[in-house]
DNA sequence: GTAGGGTTAG
C-alpha cells in the first residue's frame, strides 16, 4: 500500500525530509545503503520514517509505514552489526518501534545467537503481543536456555497473554531440554484445555517431550491418538525408542512407518541408523547407506556424522575413517564420532592420534572429546598422557565437569596413581555417585580394600546413595583384599538396605571372593541357590577358584556349565588345563588341548606393556628384541638372587606344559610381565610409580587368568 | 515465525 501511497506524494516529501533530516539521514545512510538495495534516493527517502511522519496522517498509518521500511531493512541484514544499526536508528529518530518490528530484530538477533541483545530489546518493550512473546521463548528455547524459556512462558500467561500453537512447541521443547516431566504433564494439560489436541505440531512436541523424559508410553499413547501423523511425528517416535535404550522398538516403528507409506527424510533416517547401531546391525546399516546415496541425502553433514558413528561403533573403523576423511572441516561432533570410534574399539593410539591433530586444527574439543581421549589414555596405561590431558581439562571449561573429572578419576587409578585420582576427586565439586564409584573402584583394583570401604562409609555420610555399579567396586575390593566378612555383608545390604537387585558381576564377585578365600563348597552352594540362572562370569569364577585350591570337582562342574554356554572362547579351555596341570593330570591336559586344536581355537599370544615417560614398551614371553634387553636380563637376574636369598621358592605347578622344573622356573622368569616390570625399574627413578601393565593375555604357561586386564602398580622400593 | 536428528555411558 505504502509504495503506491508513498510514490503519490513522493515529490512534495522528497524536498522537505531532506531538509529536515539531513543530519540524521547523512550519517546512516552510508552504512544502511549498503544493507538496502536502493533504487534510487527518491525511492529510499519515499519510504523513509521521516517521511512517513511527514505525509502520514494518523499514528496507525505512520506505524504500518514505518513497520515497512525496517522490515525491508532487516530482511537484508545478515550480520549482527547491521540489525544492531537498524534498531538503533529506530530509536534515534525518535519513533516508537512496533510490536512487529521488535519481534522481527528479536528473531534475526536469535537467529545470529545474540540472545542477550535480543532479551534486552524485549525486556524494554511495554506491551509485548503474542508473536513477540513467541519470538523471545523461541530464542531462548533455541538457545538451550530451557528455564529462562519457561520463566518467559510464565510470564506471559501472568500478563494474560494466552499461548497459541507456535508458543507451546517451544514451550515443550523447553520441557524435553530439562527432562522436566512434571512441569510437561502440566503443560499437557494445558493443552487439552486449550484445544490444541488436533494441532500435529503441538503434538509432536508433546511426543518428543515425553520420550525425552524417558515415558515412553505416555509419548506411545500420543503418537497413537494422532490422526494425521507426519515424518516428524514418526521421527520423533523412533528416535524416542532409541534414545530410550529400545533400539528394537525403534526399528518396529520404523516398519509400521514404511507400512504406513511415510518416506523416510535425512533426519528419521539418522534415529533408524542409530537405532540399526545400537543392535550391532552392521548389514542394515550398509543398506541405509546404499538408501542414503540412492535419495541424494549423502552429502548431509548430519547423515555423515550418523553413518561414522555406526561404521565406528560397529568395528569397521577404516570405512568409518573413510568417510571421515571426506569432511575437510570436520565439526566437534564429526570429531566425536570418529575419535570415540577409536577408543572404543580398543585403537587407543588412533584415537589419541586424532584427538592430537584435532587440538591442532580449529576445532574445540568438548567434554565428550576429553571423555574418549581420557579413556584411551587409561587403555594403554599411559600416565604421562593421562596427566597432559589432565592439564588440558584444567585450563578448558570443563575443569569443574564432573563427566570429563570422574574419567580421569579412573584414568589414574588405571594408570598406577591413587594420588593423582584422589586429588581430582577432591577438586570435584559436585560429586555423583559415579565419582564416588570410580574411586572406590580404583581403591579396590590397588587392593585397597579397607580404604574402598572407608570411602563407602565416607559417601553414606555424604547422603550419596550407592547404585549397583557402587557394589561392583565395593565387593571388587573386599574380593582383592580377602575381606570374606566384609564382602558378605555388604553384598545382603544391597537388598535389605538399599533395595538393589543384585546383577550378574555381583555374583560373580561372591563367588570369587568365597572362591578365592578356600571356601570352594560355599561358592557352588551360592551358584546353585541364585535366583538368576548364572552366566559364564560366575561359573568363570568358580573355575578360577578351583585352579588356585586344586579343586578337580568342582572345577570340572563349573567347566562343564561354562562349555554348555560358550564353546568359543579359548580362555576357559587353558583355565580348565590349567586346572588339570596344577595337579599334575598330564594326560588331560593333552585332551583339552586336542579339544581346543579341533575346535581351531586359537589363543592370542600375551604380551605385556609398560608406559615410561610416555613411551610404551611391549613384551613377549622370553622377548630379547628389546634395546635394552641386555640390562633387562641383568636386573632380572638380580631380582631372582634376592628373592632366592629371601627365601622366595617359584611356583612352577602352575606351569601349562610338562616341563622340567628348570624349564618351568625360566618360562616363570622370563615372563613378559617380569621383562617388562625389569625395564620399568632399570629406566626410572626409584620410589617413583613404574606404572601400570595391561596384561592382555597371561597364558605363558603361567599360573593365573586369561584374558584378564591386570592392573600392577609397584614401586622401586617392593623390590 | 512452529515440531523430529548426529558425538557420550564416567
Given at each position: 500500500m505504502s509504495w503506491v501511497l508513498a510514490e503519490r506524494k513522493s515529490y512534495l516529501g522528497f524536498v522537505s525530509c531532506r531538509r529536515l533530516s539531513l543530519s540524521i539521514a547523512a550519517k546512516s545512510l552510508t552504512s544502511i545503503r549498503t544493507l538496502f538495495e536502493l533504487r534510487s534516493f527518491k525511492q529510499f527517502y519515499s519510504s523513509s520514517p521521516l517521511f512517513a511522519d511527514y505525509i502520514c496522517e494518523d499514528d496507525e498509518e505512520k506505524s504500518l509505514h514505518v513497520d515497512l521500511f525496517y522490515s525491508k531493512l532487516l530482511d537484508n541484514c545478515t550480520r549482527f552489526k547491521d540489525v544492531a544499526q537498524v534498531h538503533a536508528q529506530v530509536s534515534k529518530i525518535g519513533l516508537q518501534a512496533s510490536n512487529f518490528t521488535v519481534t522481527k530484530v528479536v528473531h534475526i538477533c536469535s537467529n545470529l545467537g545474540r540472545i542477550q541483545y535480543a532479551r534486552q530489546l524485549f525486556e524494554e518493550f511495554p506491551q509485548p503481543n503474542i508473536f513477540l512473546w513467541n519470538a523471545i521463548i523461541r530464542g531462548h528455547s533455541r538457545h538451550d536456555l530451557f528455564k529462562d524459556a519457561l520463566e518467559l512462558y510464565r510470564k506471559m500467561q501472568l500478563r494474560g497473554v494466552s499461548p497459541d500453537g507456535f508458543t507451546l512447541p517451544y514451550v515443550l521443547k523447553a520441557c524435553s531440554g530439562l527432562s522436566a516431566y512434571e512441569i510437561g504433564r502440566r503443560v499437557h494439560a494445558q493443552i487439552l484445555l486449550l484445544g490444541f489436541e488436533t494441532d500435529v505440531f503441538v503434538q509432536n512436541g508433546l511426543v518428543a517431550m515425553y520420550m525425552k523424559c524417558g515415558a515412553t508410553h505416555w509419548a506411545r499413547m500420543v503418537f497413537d491418538r494422532l490422526c494425521d501423523r507426519t515424518v516428524v511425528s514418526w521421527t520423533s517416535l523412533l528416535s524416542g525408542y532409541a534414545q530410550n535404550g529400545d533400539p528394537l522398538e525403534a526399528l518396529n516403528v520404523f516398519y509400521l512407518m514404511q507400512l504406513s507409506d511415510v518416506k523416510p527424510d535425512w533426519i528419521a533416517l539418522v534415529s533408524i541408523l542409530r537405532a540399526y547401531t545400537d543392535v550391532e546391525g552392521l548389514g542394515q546399516g550398509k543398506s541405509v547407506h546404499g538408501f542414503v546415496v540412492k535419495a541424494g541425502f549423502d552429502s548431509e553433514p548430519d547423515l555423515l556424522i550418523a553413518l561414522t558413528a555406526m561404521y565406528a561403533k560397529c568395528g569397521e573403523v577404516f570405512v568409518a575413517k573413510c568417510l571421515?576423511?571426506?569432511?575437510?572441516?570436520?565439526?566437534?561432533?564429526?570429531?566425536?564420532?570418529?575419535i570415540s570410534g577409536?577408543?572404543?574399539?580398543?585403537?587407543?593410539?588412533?584415537?589419541?592420534?586424532?584427538?592430537?591433530?584435532?587440538?591442532?586444527?580449529?576445532?574445540?574439543?568438548?567434554?565428550?572429546?576429553?571423555?574418549?581421549?581420557?579413556?584411551?589414555?587409561?587403555?594403554?596405561?599411559?600416565?604421562?598422557?593421562?596427566?597432559?590431558?589432565?592439564?588440558?581439562?584444567?585450563?578448558?571449561?570443563?575443569?569443574?565437569?564432573?563427566?570429563?573429572?570422574?574419567?580421569?578419576?579412573?584414568?589414574?587409578?588405571?594408570?598406577?596413581?591413587?594420588?593423582?585420582?584422589?586429588?581430582?576427586?577432591?577438586?570435584?565439586?559436585?560429586?555423583?555417585?559415579?565419582?564416588?564409584?570410580?574411586?572406590?573402584?580404583?581403591?579396590?583394583?590397588?587392593?585397597?580394600?579397607?580404604?574402598?570401604?572407608?570411602l563407602f562409609q565416607d559417601m553414606k555420610r555424604s547422603k550419596v546413595a550407592p547404585n549397583d555399579v557402587t557394589f561392583v567396586g565395593l565387593l571388587s575390593a573386599c574380593n582383592h583384599s580377602g575381606l570374606v566378612e566384609e564382602g558378605q555383608k555388604y553384598?545382603?545390604?544391597?537388598?535389605?538396605?538399599?533395595?538393589?537387585?543384585?546383577?550378574?558381576?555381583?555374583?560373580?564377585?561372591?563367588?570369587?571372593?568365597?572362591?578365592?578365600?578356600?571356601?570352594?563348597?560355599?561358592?557352588?552352594?551360592?551358584?546353585?541357590?541364585?535366583?538368576?540362572?548364572?552366566?559364564?562370569?560366575?561359573?568363570?569364577?568358580?573355575?578360577?577358584?578351583?585352579k588356585i585350591h586344586k579343586n578337580i570337582k568342582f572345577g570340572e562342574y563349573a567347566a562343564k556349565q561354562i562349555f554348555s554356554l560358550d564353546r568359543s572362547n579359548a580362555g576357559?579351555?587353558?583355565?580348565?588345563?590349567?586346572?588339570?596341570?596344577?595337579?599334575?593330570?598330564?594326560?588331560?591336559?593333552?585332551?583339552?588341548?586336542?579339544?581346543?586344536?579341533?575346535?581351531?581355537?586359537?589363543?592370542?599370544?600375551?604380551?605385556?606393556?609398560?608406559?615410561?615417560?610416555?613411551?610404551?614398551?611391549?613384551?613377549?614371553?622370553?622377548?630379547?628384541?628389546?634395546?635394552?634387553?641386555?640390562?633387562?636380563?641383568?636386573?632380572?637376574?638380580?631380582?631372582?638372587?634376592?628373592?632366592?636369598?629371601?627365601?622366595?621358592?617359584?611356583?612352577?605347578?602352575?606351569?601349562?606344559?610338562?616341563?622340567?622344573?628348570?624349564?618351568?622356573?625360566?618360562?616363570?622368569?622370563?615372563?613378559?610381565?617380569?621383562?617388562a616390570i625389569a625395564f620399568g625399574l632399570i629406566s626410572t627413578e626409584p620410589v617413583l610409580p613404574v606404572g601400570m601393565l595391561l596384561i592382555y593375555s597371561l597364558d605363558e604357561g603361567y599360573g593365573g587368568l586369561l584374558l584378564v586386564n591386570c592392573h600392577i602398580y609397584c614401586t622401586s622400593s617392593i623390590v
Amino acid at each position: 500500500m505504502s509504495w503506491v501511497l508513498a510514490e503519490r506524494k513522493s515529490y512534495l516529501g522528497f524536498v522537505s525530509c531532506r531538509r529536515l533530516s539531513l543530519s540524521i539521514a547523512a550519517k546512516s545512510l552510508t552504512s544502511i545503503r549498503t544493507l538496502f538495495e536502493l533504487r534510487s534516493f527518491k525511492q529510499f527517502y519515499s519510504s523513509s520514517p521521516l517521511f512517513a511522519d511527514y505525509i502520514c496522517e494518523d499514528d496507525e498509518e505512520k506505524s504500518l509505514h514505518v513497520d515497512l521500511f525496517y522490515s525491508k531493512l532487516l530482511d537484508n541484514c545478515t550480520r549482527f552489526k547491521d540489525v544492531a544499526q537498524v534498531h538503533a536508528q529506530v530509536s534515534k529518530i525518535g519513533l516508537q518501534a512496533s510490536n512487529f518490528t521488535v519481534t522481527k530484530v528479536v528473531h534475526i538477533c536469535s537467529n545470529l545467537g545474540r540472545i542477550q541483545y535480543a532479551r534486552q530489546l524485549f525486556e524494554e518493550f511495554p506491551q509485548p503481543n503474542i508473536f513477540l512473546w513467541n519470538a523471545i521463548i523461541r530464542g531462548h528455547s533455541r538457545h538451550d536456555l530451557f528455564k529462562d524459556a519457561l520463566e518467559l512462558y510464565r510470564k506471559m500467561q501472568l500478563r494474560g497473554v494466552s499461548p497459541d500453537g507456535f508458543t507451546l512447541p517451544y514451550v515443550l521443547k523447553a520441557c524435553s531440554g530439562l527432562s522436566a516431566y512434571e512441569i510437561g504433564r502440566r503443560v499437557h494439560a494445558q493443552i487439552l484445555l486449550l484445544g490444541f489436541e488436533t494441532d500435529v505440531f503441538v503434538q509432536n512436541g508433546l511426543v518428543a517431550m515425553y520420550m525425552k523424559c524417558g515415558a515412553t508410553h505416555w509419548a506411545r499413547m500420543v503418537f497413537d491418538r494422532l490422526c494425521d501423523r507426519t515424518v516428524v511425528s514418526w521421527t520423533s517416535l523412533l528416535s524416542g525408542y532409541a534414545q530410550n535404550g529400545d533400539p528394537l522398538e525403534a526399528l518396529n516403528v520404523f516398519y509400521l512407518m514404511q507400512l504406513s507409506d511415510v518416506k523416510p527424510d535425512w533426519i528419521a533416517l539418522v534415529s533408524i541408523l542409530r537405532a540399526y547401531t545400537d543392535v550391532e546391525g552392521l548389514g542394515q546399516g550398509k543398506s541405509v547407506h546404499g538408501f542414503v546415496v540412492k535419495a541424494g541425502f549423502d552429502s548431509e553433514p548430519d547423515l555423515l556424522i550418523a553413518l561414522t558413528a555406526m561404521y565406528a561403533k560397529c568395528g569397521e573403523v577404516f570405512v568409518a575413517k573413510c568417510l571421515f576423511n571426506q569432511v575437510p572441516k570436520p565439526d566437534v561432533i564429526l570429531w566425536n564420532a570418529m575419535i570415540s570410534g577409536y577408543a572404543k574399539n580398543g585403537f587407543a593410539d588412533e584415537a589419541i592420534e586424532l584427538f592430537r591433530k584435532m587440538i591442532a586444527s580449529e576445532a574445540r574439543p568438548d567434554s565428550v572429546t576429553l571423555r574418549s581421549a581420557i579413556l584411551s589414555c587409561a587403555q594403554v596405561g599411559s600416565l604421562e598422557l593421562g596427566k597432559w590431558i589432565d592439564e588440558l581439562v584444567k585450563v578448558s571449561d570443563f575443569n569443574t565437569d564432573v563427566f570429563v573429572n570422574t574419567a580421569l578419576i579412573d584414568m589414574y587409578a588405571k594408570c598406577g596413581s591413587l594420588e593423582h585420582a584422589h586429588s581430582v576427586f577432591d577438586r570435584i565439586q559436585n560429586k555423583d555417585v559415579v565419582t564416588w564409584s570410580a574411586l572406590i573402584m580404583g581403591y579396590g583394583l590397588h587392593g585397597c580394600g579397607r580404604e574402598a570401604i572407608k570411602l563407602f562409609q565416607d559417601m553414606k555420610r555424604s547422603k550419596v546413595a550407592p547404585n549397583d555399579v557402587t557394589f561392583v567396586g565395593l565387593l571388587s575390593a573386599c574380593n582383592h583384599s580377602g575381606l570374606v566378612e566384609e564382602g558378605q555383608k555388604y553384598f545382603h545390604s544391597m537388598k535389605t538396605d538399599y533395595g538393589l537387585e543384585p546383577r550378574h558381576q555381583h555374583y560373580a564377585c561372591m563367588v570369587d571372593l568365597l572362591g578365592r578365600a578356600g571356601y570352594l563348597t560355599e561358592a557352588y552352594q551360592f551358584v546353585e541357590s541364585m535366583p538368576i540362572k548364572p552366566e559364564v562370569t560366575v561359573w568363570g569364577a568358580l573355575l578360577s577358584a578351583c585352579k588356585i585350591h586344586k579343586n578337580i570337582k568342582f572345577g570340572e562342574y563349573a567347566a562343564k556349565q561354562i562349555f554348555s554356554l560358550d564353546r568359543s572362547n579359548a580362555g576357559h579351555y587353558v583355565q580348565l588345563s590349567n586346572l588339570y596341570a596344577s595337579v599334575g593330570m598330564w594326560s588331560e591336559v593333552a585332551r583339552i588341548r586336542r579339544k581346543m586344536k579341533n575346535a581351531r581355537l586359537a589363543k592370542p599370544q600375551g604380551y605385556s606393556e609398560i608406559d615410561v615417560k610416555g613411551i610404551r614398551h611391549s613384551f613377549r614371553v622370553g622377548d630379547k628384541s628389546h634395546p635394552k634387553s641386555e640390562d633387562i636380563f641383568g636386573k632380572l637376574e638380580e631380582l631372582e638372587r634376592k628373592l632366592k636369598d629371601a627365601g622366595f621358592v617359584p611356583a612352577t605347578e602352575s606351569v601349562l606344559h610338562d616341563l622340567n622344573s628348570e624349564e618351568k622356573e625360566e618360562s616363570l622368569c622370563s615372563h613378559s610381565e617380569r621383562l617388562a616390570i625389569a625395564f620399568g625399574l632399570i629406566s626410572t627413578e626409584p620410589v617413583l610409580p613404574v606404572g601400570m601393565l595391561l596384561i592382555y593375555s597371561l597364558d605363558e604357561g603361567y599360573g593365573g587368568l586369561l584374558l584378564v586386564n591386570c592392573h600392577i602398580y609397584c614401586t622401586s622400593s617392593i623390590v
